[in-house]
């Protein structure tokens, strides 16, 4: 199984979880964690050989994870060093390691992203628009999720490179709501508009100035704002926003 591009990685429907089964109990965690034993070479590569045996091993665990679970896995290495959401395996040069130690990290990388794609999804249905919600009301959803969802990228521990996150998670999030994938990576590019940088945090008005030019892009329409009939909503995501925990 090939891996996915930069494009296909934006395709929600090859991450959904709904889309794709996992089961996981004893007998999974110990099949996997001896593939992995498997490829871990006896004696490392480290410095001195360019970590070439480390990234070799990295590779075929790749290999394993896609074809025993499916394109979903994607993720699974991608460290919060380098804009993902995963704590449990940083790199090649840094995670493989003994057999042991290695099979445990794979193992948890892999829960990690299945978590972390299972609350993405949860997020998704919470902040999606009616489908027959008017374009203004449109607007006004499309704002509020754009800013909760870079607010989560943030919240995921993310460091070098996070908006790459935010910027992925805009994009399925449309896509999950029906609109073609590259449009999608489109209007997200022409929001975001450079105004996001690695290992800075950006004020909440920038963030809220990305939702807006969002919004109006993708409708047409300016978004509301402290709307009393949308009072409550504001009030949940705002919390939610507020009490955000980073994994790392």
């Known amino acids: 199984m090939p891996p996915l591009t930069s494009a296909g990685c934006r395709n929600w429907d090859a991450l959904d979880p709904a889309r794709h089964a996992f089961t996981w109990d004893e007998d999974e965690d110990a099949r996997l964690r001896a593939l992995v ?29 896609r ?21 449990s395996w940083v790199s090649a040069t840094c995670s493989v390691t003994s057999p042991e130690e290695t099979a445990a990290r794979v193992v948890a990388a892999l829960l990690e992203w299945r978590g972390w794609l299972e609350r993405t999804a949860e997020r998704f249905a919470e902040l999606a628009p009616p489908p027959d919600a008017s374009p203004e009301d449109r607007s006004w959803h499309l704002e509020r999720a754009c800013v909760r969802l870079v607010t989560y990228a943030l919240d995921s521990g993310a460091e070098g490179g996070w908006y790459g996150q935010a910027s992925l998670v805009l994009s399925c999030f449309l896509a999950s709501n ?22 800075v945090t950006p004020e909440p008005a920038v963030i809220d100035s990305v939702g807006d030019d969002l919004a109006l892009g993708l409708t047409g329409h300016a ?26």
């Open 178 to 199: 029906g609109m073609d994938q590259a449009e999608a990576a489109r209007a997200v590019t022409r929001a975001i508009g450079g105004r996001f940088e690695s290992w």
């Open 223 to 248: 978004p509301y704002r402290d709307h009393r009939e949308r009072a409550a909503l504001e009030e949940f995501h705002d919390r939610y926003r507020q009490h955000g925990h980073r994994q790392h």
């Open 67 to 87: 074809e025993r679970y499916g394109t979903w896995v994607w993720g699974w290495s991608w460290s919060y060093r380098y804009g993902g959401p995963i704590g």
């Open 37 to 65: 034993r498997e490829w871990v070479p006896p004696v490392l590569s480290g410095m001195a050989g360019w970590w070439q045996g480390e990234r070799w091993c990295e590779s075929q665990v790749d290999a394993i994870l």
